[in-house]
């Protein structure tokens, strides 16, 4: 390491900081569980839900008590493509 | 798709521990970041709170417009963010 020529290749190099900041986003997923989220959604809507969990590639946000402008959803699937931001405090 | 998803892990990895304003959708967030996730593009922002409490917000990398460095942060800063749901307990 430091030495021109002698450094380690650029993808093995690439694949381990992508490791570092996978393993820090799923942290702080799995730091979210059970908290109460605020999801900031297109069209300017805001609703509050419990968080439970998310798949592999973060498509989809399962949630329970969603709070929402008609009313409360036992449970519910938001799909990221309909969410702009999340916001929970740990 | 937006250039914040074009980039890879290396770019990514240069706005850790950065505070940053980041506009997706027409919407601005302001906080240092945590994380960007490399499957989904997320960032991951911290806000520390007056009361001392913090709150994490994560915006969906494929709303991200722009993301602009405002300031390089301190080792203080730092240090707290590197801890943060590091806590070994699982």
């Keep these: 390491p430091g030495v021109p020529g002698a450094a380690e290749p650029l993808e093995s190099r690439e694949q381990q900081v992508r490791a570092s900041l996978r393993e820090r986003y799923l942290r702080s997923l799995l730091a979210m569980v059970g908290s109460q989220v605020s999801f900031t959604l297109h069209a300017g809507v805001q609703v509050t839900a419990h968080f439970g969990a998310t798949d592999l590639d973060v498509a989809n946000f399962y949630v329970s008590q969603l709070q929402t402008p008609i009313g409360v959803q036992a449970e519910a699937l938001l799909r990221c493509s309909d969410i702009i931001a999340y916001t929970f405090r740990p | ?90």
């Excluded at chain 2, 240092?32 to 490399?38: N, S």
């Excluded at chain 2, 990398?61 to 722009?66: H, P, Y």
């Design chain 2, 1 to 90: 798709m937006s250039e914040w998803t074009k980039k890879g892990p290396l770019e990514w990895q240069e706005y850790t521990y950065k505070e940053v304003r980041v506009t997706a959708c027409e919407k601005e967030f302001r906080g240092w970041v945590l994380t960007t996730d490399p499957v989904s593009a997320n960032i991951v922002l911290v806000n520390f709170l007056d009361d001392g409490s913090l709150s994490v917000t994560g915006i969906m990398g494929q709303t991200v417009q722009s993301v602009e460095t405002l300031g390089e942060g301190d080792w203080r800063t730092r240090e707290r963010l590197t801890h943060l749901f590091s806590s070994g307990h699982c």
